[in-house]
């Protein structure tokens, strides 16, 4: 069994994917050739959105954004810790400050009854409104952006993020490199209404290409000229007058084109992760108490990056090695949350700042997930945990 199987979704459409690769081989515009133009509108009509920058990483996707927006020394910026390290590091690489705010226990996703407290801390440089350390509070920051992030497939609560963003005059980035093809009241990521949204086509997110990829997704035109600059070392009207500072932040033609042979399968893959997490929810359901399953909030649909369950933290390390032992991978997203990584250690928050996302971390385990799994696949990995369990 595999963690995520792309094998046999290459198999379905290897015929077709042959076909898009050598088109590319022969017309041979390896840079931004009709393909990324061609992925660009499909992925706008997908998510709703009005622009779709593609683009060479899931982290580019969140630091082009920051770079139009001048994020950097003297910002804060709102995000949960309990993430992938990327998330983090784009604001930090910029210069500015993040400013860690801890999870729901149920989603993993940003809590924004915490964040409104958190920016409260900030403006009055009070630590007892909102965990922020005093050599954090002492730099004199301006809330500049939040970056909610959709962990394991499932939206934020983004009507109160919106609600929160607008009150303290904050940028929202939704950071959707796992929930790609996920759904917030009926509408898909990366068309929220978010000022803009970020994903990855990593191979492993729900749309992965064969190598790095990512999208910015907005509906504000001078955003999107903006980032369409820095993709390309801040070009002006032509490509050698450079009016800005900018990236090489490409997508390869190739990847769109092996892109665009993926979404044509995506909504069906889409559904048939919808079935295997319902098979995991019904093989789980007379289960151990000790083991939580993943709890979608109502209003959300999750694209399933990761199924995601809870158990205790004492028997964690024995739960993973029996499963692995007996042939079921497991990971474990993520083991450290952010704001305990030696790379923030600088900014001085102590591992209890953040207790939902600390006991997340020590209590997450991640099952093999992917829309080629059959019911007995999950069968295996439930019986499995039974074993595990008793
Ligand atoms: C994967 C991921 C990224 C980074 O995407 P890359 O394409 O790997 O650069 C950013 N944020 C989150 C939450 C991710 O899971």
Redesign the pocket.
């Known amino acids: 069994m595999q963690f995520i199987d792309l094998n046999s979704q290459q198999e379905r459409i290897r015929h077709d994917l042959e076909r898009r690769i050598l088109s590319v081989l022969d017309h041979g515009k390896y840079i931004m050739g009709p393909e990324v133009a061609e992925l660009e509108a499909a992925l706008c009509s997908f998510t709703g959105a009005k622009h779709c920058v593609t683009c060479a990483?899931?982290?580019d996707a969140?630091l082009m954004p920051l770079m139009a927006w001048n994020i950097g020394p003297g910002d804060a910026v709102f995000l949960p810790p309990f993430?992938?390290f990327?998330?983090g590091e784009m604001p930090a690489l910029l210069g500015a400050t993040p400013i860690f705010v801890d999870i729901l226990p149920d989603t993993y996703n940003i809590s924004p009854e915490a964040l409104r407290r958190a920016i409260a801390a900030l403006k009055k440089k009070d630590s007892s409104l909102y965990p922020i350390p005093q050599s954090v509070l002492d730099m004199d920051l301006t809330p500049k952006a939040i970056i909610p992030?959709d962990?394991f497939g499932q939206p934020a609560d983004y009507t109160a993020i919106h609600a929160v963003a607008e009150e303290g005059n904050l940028m929202v980035l939704e950071?959707a490199?796992?929930a790609f093809g996920g759904e917030f009241r009926g509408k898909r990521t990366c068309g929220l209404g978010c000022d803009a949204a970020s994903t990855?086509?990593?191979p492993a997110?729900p749309l992965g290409c064969y190598g790095?990829?990512?999208a910015i997704f907005t509906d504000n035109d001078a955003l999107a000229d903006l980032l369409r600059s820095i993709r390309v070392h801040g070009k002006g009207e032509d490509k050698y007058n450079n009016v800005r500072l900018g990236l090489n932040g490409r997508l390869d033609t190739l990847q769109a084109a092996i892109l665009l042979s993926k979404l044509t399968i995506f909504p069906e893959e889409l559904q048939s992760r919808q079935q295997v997490a319902s098979w995991y929810t019904e093989e789980l359901g007379d289960m151990d108490a000790r083991v939580t399953p993943p709890v979608v909030a109502s209003g959300n649909v999750s694209s399933w990056a990761q199924y995601t369950i809870r158990v205790p933290e004492s028997s964690r390390d024995h739960i993973a090695a029996y499963l692995k032992q007996r042939g079921v991978p497991v990971n474990i997203y993520y083991p450290r949350p952010m704001h305990t990584l030696e790379a923030f250690k600088g900014l001085g928050y102590a591992p209890g700042d953040m207790p939902v996302s600390l006991k997340a971390s020590r209590e997450v385990l991640s099952l093999p997930f992917h829309p080629y799994m059959k019911r007995q696949d999950v069968q295996q990995v439930v019986t499995a945990l039974r074993g595990a369990l008793s």
Do not use: R
Request: aromatic share 16%.
């Open positions: 990483s899931g982290t969140l993430t992938f990327a998330t992030v962990l950071d490199a796992q990855s086509f990593f997110k790095d990829g990512g």
